[in-house]
């Protein structure tokens, strides 16, 4: 019996969508025939609702509603606009990578006088190259997830970095995503980097809009390959304007010996979800992952972890912190996996929210599944909000009601601002918090 799918108003519109805009989507052939397949898998799964477990508190269907149109490539308005904001959050020492409404600025960003071993592309460049090992690593991502399969049919630009063995950037890579226009529109971006062995980086990441962009979707993902006996540390701060949308995703895979510590801040955005699956493949590797989400309003921002413990003598740490206030939901979700052969494993979760507000919401949901005998896990979650007695003692001390409060709070997220290793970036994060802190005041 053969069975057809009926498609409504918006799976036709999306599949329009798409027929119109791979006249644009780079690459040809095997690449554009995984895309294809990509956007069938998607297609089949529509957006992610509630009965999904891993979108039980962050529907989709409820919350975007649906999809806009692939956003034109920006015009000469569109990059001025985005100048004037690139200026205001470009990380001080970084060599900035710029991508405005999902294509790559080559005159927003610093390409010359890169350090011998390291290679910067744009996406565009490397699936129109033929580069079949670089391709096939850009399309690993789970495209079972209806979110992260839509972003492998639709990505249009992003960058492709390669560092060598041995090599250390004594200088920043920062990769911007700004949004420059006022008409809805989407942005797909995919990027990656690979560290070779004994090597080491930093990476930030910010999502911005320039002044007038409102309505939009951002929809990223982040490639990450870290070689043995390598260090990467990433930042990645979400200051989105706060009638967009922003759902990225990261895969992360470590080598031997290799060291990941990562630092999200979220503050920005009417809706965000950042889920990444972080993979264990060699021995003795190390990764602390820690998060902020700061949401007021009606905000809801939704951090997914995935760690994957497959081999033996591994340790992770994850800290996270939610502050939600007036009517913002925050979600955490932190899934530890303990493959029967990761022996020796440590790994420990924890998580706080502070509610500021009767309306405000947060929903934490650790999980352990260990399939191995000799390992040291654990986990935990609390709820509560901020301490009266504490909040009467600064108080008396001459401080309003909001100073007290926003002692409290930095008190309360500087654990997990702390991790950040470089000074500047820690201080741009210290920054972020106090621009959120200022505008509840």
Not at 82 to 100: C, D, M, N, S
Not at 193 to 201: H, I, N, S, W
Not at 211 to 222: E, F, N, V
Not at 377 to 397: I, V
Request: proline share 3%.
């Amino acid at each position: 019996m053969n069975l057809v799918l009926a498609k409504n108003e918006t799976g036709r519109a999306l599949s329009d969508s798409f027929a119109i805009a791979r006249g644009r989507l780079p690459g040809a052939g095997k690449v554009a025939e995984a895309r294809s397949v990509a956007f069938e898998a998607y297609e089949r799964a529509g957006l992610p609702h509630r009965r999904i477990e891993d979108w039980k508190y962050t529907d989709l269907r409820a919350l975007m509603r649906e999809l806009l149109p692939l956003a034109p490539a920006p015009d000469a308005a569109a990059l001025t606009r985005a100048a004037t904001a690139v200026k205001l959050q470009a990380v001080k020492g970084a060599r900035r990578l710029v991508l405005v409404d999902g294509v790559f600025a080559p005159k927003l960003s610093e390409l010359g006088g890169l350090e011998n071993g390291v290679t910067v592309r744009t996406l565009q460049e490397v699936l129109e190259a033929g580069d079949a090992a670089l391709q096939t690593q850009l399309f690993t991502p789970d495209d079972t997830n209806p979110m992260v399969a839509l972003n492998s049919a639709m990505m249009t630009d992003g960058v492709v970095i390669e560092i060598a063995n041995g090599i250390v950037l004594k200088q920043p890579l920062q990769i911007i995503h700004v949004a420059s226009g006022p008409v809805p529109a989407a942005m797909f971006t995919r990027s990656l980097l690979r560290l070779g062995k004994d090597a080491g980086a930093t990476l930030v990441e910010s999502y911005i809009a320039a002044d007038g962009a409102k309505i939009y979707q951002a929809h990223d993902s982040l490639v990450l390959a870290i070689g043995d006996n390598s260090r990467l540390d990433h930042v990645r701060l979400v200051e989105d304007g706060r009638e967009a949308f922003n759902i990225s995703s990261a895969v992360v895979t470590l080598g031997a010996h290799a060291h990941f510590n990562t630092f999200g801040l979220t503050s920005g955005a009417a809706v965000s979800r950042y889920q990444a699956t972080i993979a264990f493949a060699g021995e003795h590797s190390r990764v602390e992952t820690n998060g902020v989400n700061l949401l007021n309003g009606r905000q809801h921002a939704d951090t997914t972890l995935l760690m994957d413990h497959a081999v033996p003598h591994c340790a992770s740490r994850e800290v996270f912190r939610a502050v939600a206030d007036d009517r913002g939901h925050s979600v955490f979700q932190g899934r530890i996996i303990v493959r029967p052969d990761a022996q020796k494993t440590d790994a420990k979760m924890m998580t706080r929210a502070l509610l500021l507000s009767d309306d405000a919401e947060a929903d934490n949901k650790p999980e352990l599944e260990i399939f191995a005998d000799d390992v040291t896990c654990g986990h935990g979650a609390t709820t509560g909000a901020l301490d009266e007695s504490l909040l009467f003692y600064l108080r008396a001390r001459g401080l309003s009601e909001k100073e007290a409060q926003a002692l409290l709070i930095q008190a309360f997220v500087g654990e997990a601002i702390e991790s950040i290793v470089n000074d500047h970036l820690r201080e741009l994060a210290i920054a972020a918090a106090q621009r959120w802190l200022e505008a509840r005041a």
